[in-house]
Structure formats: C-alpha cells, structure tokens
C-alpha cells in the first residue's frame, strides 16, 4: 500500500436523513473517515447498518443531508459528477441484474469505454482485451458471449472489468460476492488484492462478511444504526475490538483471530 500526504477520498460528517418532521432517520450519522492511495478499506455492518447508503452516496447516486465528500483534495459538487465517475467506478452484488442482457461481453465493455474521451478503436479493442486479462478472462472467449452464456462469477469479473476500462483510482465494491457460490467467494477477495497491486487504485469494499472484511482490507470501519463505530487497522480491530456490536460480529465468525 502506498500512502501519500493527501488522502484520495475525505469523508467529513457525512449525514443522511430519509423523511421529514421531528424524526427523521437517519440512515448515515456523521461519518468521518479517509481513504488512502493504493488501500484497501472494508466498511463492515449487518442489513440496516448504513453501509449501501454510505456507498452510493460516495458514488453520488444519493444526495447528502449534510457532511461533504472530498476527493483528491477538492469537495465534490453537482458539477463534478461526470469527471468524477470517470475516476470513482463501482461493482454491485448482483451481476445479474447489472450485466444489459440484450449485450455481449463486447457490448457491455464497448459502452464504458465510450466514457473515455479520444479513444481510438484500436485502443478501445486494447484496453477491453487488457481488462478481461486483468480478471482472469480470456478475451477470445468471451468478448462474443451474452450473459446467459456466462456464470455467476465469470458476470462479476466482466463487471469488475467493465470498471477497469475507465482506469478508476477507486472501485467501490458493494457486496460484490455475496450472489455468488463459496466457492467463488476467495477467487472474487483475491481478484481485488490483486488489481490492487496491479493498478495501484484504492479500493473500498463494502459487506456484511468480518470474516471476508478480515481476509482483503488493510483498514477496517464497522457500522451500525448509521453510526461509525469503530475503525482502524484490520488487525488492530479484530485483535482488540472495543465496541459490543463489533465483538458480536466477530463472534459469528468462529477462529477469526485465532
């Protein structure tokens, strides 16, 4: 992990509320946290815990109540969105629902590449055949395929290669494995540590797994009822977690720290 003066993504009492009135909910509570070049950072909490909504508000999907999100050293604004999406890309945990199944593997890589400005075909052809290697695809077999044609697993790594097309600095991973079988589960952990260190780009993965938390991160945020609870290096946390919420998580994955 390289760590530089600046942090690449600023999170600054970022709050989201749904509803009106006396009671609002909120459904992010002030959440503070930095997100460092080249780091892997794992927000941890059950359904409910605000870790969704805290990703597509970084994704600027949802508008914030309050709070700001500062990127490479600016606050985000409205204006910003289309550049920044050029930069921050995003894999959800159904690839199913998020492969256009009207398009093939050429099709759905074609369209992301659109967003890069001044790319000749044949860097367009480069950069797809570039990215199904770098999830462990072999473009000649898959760029003519339609997703009924590709499994579970294979449907997120032309997801995650989808992203790469843009070269992001951060992927924001929500739940990218929890649609898939166990058995896929490790290669899709072990795809994000390698592309780290392959790309250099941050990533933030976001799941309701400790044990999966504990397994890829280099940084570990634990939430609940939309409040960030604890957070700090993964070790540290699973060695000496201090809040009950996270004990009782640790505690559902048995020999975590053993």
């Given at each position: ?106 099709g759905v890589l074609t369209q992301a590449a659109r967003l890069v400005v001044g790319l000749s075909s044949s860097e367009r052809e480069k950069r797809m055949t570039d990215a199904l290697i770098s999830v462990g695809l072999d473009p000649i077999e898959m760029l003519?395929?339609?997703?009924y044609q590709l499994s579970g697993g294979q449907k997120q790594r032309v997801m995650i290669a989808r992203a790469l097309m843009l070269q992001p600095k ?89």
């Amino acid at each position: 992990m390289t760590v530089n003066s600046q942090p690449l993504l600023a999170v600054e009492n970022l709050t989201r509320s749904f509803g009106s009135g006396k009671n609002p909910v909120l459904a992010v509570n002030n959440v503070n946290f930095q997100l460092e070049p080249g780091e892997i950072m794992a927000i941890v909490g059950e359904s409910g815990s605000g870790k969704s909504t805290l990703a597509r508000l970084i994704l600027r999907l949802l508008p914030i109540s309050s709070g700001k999100i500062n990127f490479e050293g600016q606050t985000l604004t409205a204006s910003d969105t289309r550049n920044y999406w050029r930069k921050v890309q995003a894999v959800f945990q159904d690839p199913f629902a998020a492969f256009n199944q009207f398009y093939s593997v050429r099709g759905v890589l074609t369209q992301a590449a659109r967003l890069v400005v001044g790319l000749s075909s044949s860097e367009r052809e480069k950069r797809m055949t570039d990215a199904l290697i770098s999830v462990g695809l072999d473009p000649i077999e898959m760029l003519d395929k339609t997703p009924y044609q590709l499994s579970g697993g294979q449907k997120q790594r032309v997801m995650i290669a989808r992203a790469l097309m843009l070269q992001p600095k951060l992927l924001i991973a929500d739940e990218p494995t929890s649609m898939l079988d166990a058995s896929l589960r490790v290669s899709i952990l072990n795809l994000l540590k390698d592309l780290r260190d392959q790309y250099g780009m941050s990533i933030l993965f976001i799941t309701h797994d400790i044990g999966q938390a504990y397994y890829v991160s280099d940084r570990l945020l634990v939430m609940y009822q939309g409040e960030l609870v604890e957070q700090g290096k993964t070790e540290e946390v699973i060695a000496q977690a201090k809040h009950p919420y996270t004990q009782r998580l640790m505690a559902d994955v048995p020999k975590l720290h053993g």
